[in-house]
């Protein structure tokens, strides 16, 4: 097994544990379970943010290094668990990836100066 797909059955794992099954779910559940990690993860990223100075006004902040590399696992953890409740494996999201790495490098090529809404419909 691969290491992402280890990370995808430890957090479903995970998600069995807290009580949240997302195999099976209706649409209804889809929804307010995306919902629900798009918000735990807008918090993380506020949490990433304030491990950085960002107050450039303010002496008084230190670059927490070790917090923001938490913040960012924790953001893992919501971001697996959103693809699961999207049906997403693993290779699911790998596979994503690539096509959409690709897209990006082609956009860059093409100097990114018109918006194609079709670039990703195959994604």
């Known amino acids: 097994m691969d290491k992402l797909s280890e990370i995808f059955e430890m957090q479903k794992a995970l998600n069995a544990r807290i009580g949240v099954n997302t195999e099976g779910m209706s649409q209804d559940q889809q929804i307010q379970w995306t919902l629900n990690y ?9 949490e990433l943010t304030d491990s950085v100075p960002w107050k450039w006004w303010a002496k008084y902040q230190n670059f927490d290094v070790q917090n923001a590399r938490v913040e ?3 953001l893992f953890h919501f971001l697996v ?5 999207l049906g997403m494996s693993a290779e ?3 596979q994503a990836y690539v096509k959409k790495n690709a897209v990006n490098h082609q ?7 018109v918006k194609d ?3 990703c419909k195959d994604i």
């Open 92 to 94: 699911d999201v790998y």
């Open 72 to 74: 960012v696992v924790d």
């Open 117 to 119: 809404e079709n670039d």
């Open 38 to 46: 798009v918000r735990a993860m807008q918090q993380e990223l506020a």
């Open 107 to 113: 956009r860059q090529e093409s100097g990114y100066a």
């Open 81 to 85: 668990s959103a693809a699961q409740v």
